[in-house]
């Protein structure tokens, strides 16, 4: 039989061992004193437990009063296990904060308060998954050790404005996606999801520039402002990330960006491949969902269709850009010759298979003839991502070889 401990006032001083601890009042744990504690912490509203020593729980801590520490310094760290088999609970109404904070169980489930981290969290073995809106709050010198794919926050870290260089130590479904930040100016919120955010928010719904957005995560920020210096950095995995994006993202200028829903529309946020092309860093115009996404900005890489040979022998006969169709249906594309004179143009939707230039001339100009032009160089003009109400505008060679 577990022993109940109910108190309204007590200093602990040296070692202790308790059953199951109720705090009604003032529980307090002194300097280089330490309690293990078998089963459950129950501190109701009202009570305060003060931990300026060690405690070891094996169990739930139900809070609906304030736990928290009142000195530290080199010499001093007040510290905090939890321990376990599987499955242990914090949660209740009230204030927690913790110095250093150790998780040797598998899963911590936090509801209905923040968890304030004050100085290490020490991942070790297991899962902080955080429920509904609540957060772990890591303050101003606050840090974490031994984040991996079996330890991490599923939920939402917080960080205060004064907080910089933080790395958001977060992850979803068995995988670490953690966030970097540099260079903060306000309280920031993030969290990652295993999930498909345009089934919340639908993929129609976007600016021109985005083509795939990824279905298998994405993260969420909160903040009531983002400083434009603030930059953020995430990385890719062929575990996590949509495969169709890992697939194109190098080619016909395609390459990986970050989408933010804005409350009405995905917009475009941009983004910088690291040098060995494993993160990318971005900043972010405001609050919201974000996830990777394919983008095809101004076309600027140089392995898309530069040629094409119409002699009728069924391969390769049409100058064809396909994945630019697959991103900007609307797009238009005008041929000329190197004098200058328009061959060929059409206007292309996405209810229509574009007409593709076969090599003859389709505009006013019969005196070149119908045939397909001499083999040369030729060059064309694309104007494309008309949402905005501007077009974009890109010109290019193909070579035309008979």
């Known amino acids: 039989m577990v022993k109940k401990y109910g108190f309204v006032f007590l200093f602990v001083l040296g070692q202790s061992m308790f059953g199951q601890l109720l705090n009604k009042g003032v529980f307090y744990i002194g300097v280089n004193s330490s309690i293990y504690i078998e089963t459950d912490i129950i501190n109701n509203e009202g009570g305060v437990i003060t931990n ?6 094996d169990g739930d801590l139900l809070n609906d009063g304030v736990f928290k520490f009142t000195e530290s310094s080199e010499e001093i760290s007040p510290y905090v296990e939890l321990l376990g088999i599987d499955v242990i609970s914090v949660k ?11 998780l040797d169980v598998l899963n911590v489930v936090v509801e209905g308060l923040d968890i304030g981290i004050e100085n290490v969290l020490d991942f070790n073995k297991g899962v902080l998954r955080v429920l509904e809106e609540n957060s772990i709050n890591f303050g101003v010198n606050a840090s974490f050790i031994n984040a991996s794919n079996t330890s991490f926050v599923d939920g939402a870290v917080k960080v205060g404005a004064t907080k910089v260089d933080f790395v958001f130590p977060l992850g979803a479904g068995g995988y670490y996606r953690p966030v970097a930040m540099t260079s903060n100016g306000s309280e920031i919120s993030i ?11 639908s993929a129609e719904s976007k600016q021109g520039g985005i083509s795939i957005i990824d ?3 994405y993260w969420i920020v909160k903040s009531e402002s983002i400083d ?14 949509d495969s169709k994006l890992l697939e194109k993202k190098d080619s016909f200028g395609v390459n990986l960006k970050i989408a933010r829903w804005d409350g009405k529309v ?5 983004g910088t491949l690291s040098d060995d092309e494993g993160s990318l860093s971005f900043s972010l115009t405001g609050e919201g969902y974000i996830a990777l996404c394919l983008s095809a900005g101004i076309l600027d890489k140089s392995n898309y269709n530069t040629g094409f040979t119409p002699n ?16 900007y249906p609307n797009f238009e594309m005008e041929i000329f010759n190197r004098a200058g004179i328009l061959l060929h143009k059409f206007k292309a939707n996405p209810n229509e298979v574009p007409d593709w230039w076969n090599g003859k001339v389709t505009e006013g100009n019969s005196m070149l003839g119908g045939d397909v032009l001499p083999t ?3 060059y064309y003009k694309l104007k494309y991502n008309p949402d905005d109400g501007k077009k974009d505008i890109v010109i290019r060679w193909v070579y035309l070889s008979n």
């Open 376 to 378: 040369g160089n030729y």
């Open 52 to 57: 300026n020593g060690k405690v070891l729980l």
């Open 191 to 201: 969290s990652n999801v295993k999930g498909n955010v345009t089934d919340i928010y």
């Open 266 to 270: 995905w917009i475009n946020e941009g």
């Open 228 to 241: 434009e210096d603030t930059k953020f950095s995430v990385s890719w995995d062929f575990d996590t990330t």
């Open 215 to 217: 279905n298998n995560e």
């Open 92 to 102: 209740g109404g009230g204030h927690i904060s913790f110095y250093d904070l150790k």
């Open 312 to 327: 009728g022998d069924g391969v390769n006969d049409l100058f064809v850009l396909s994945e630019l169709y697959s991103m």
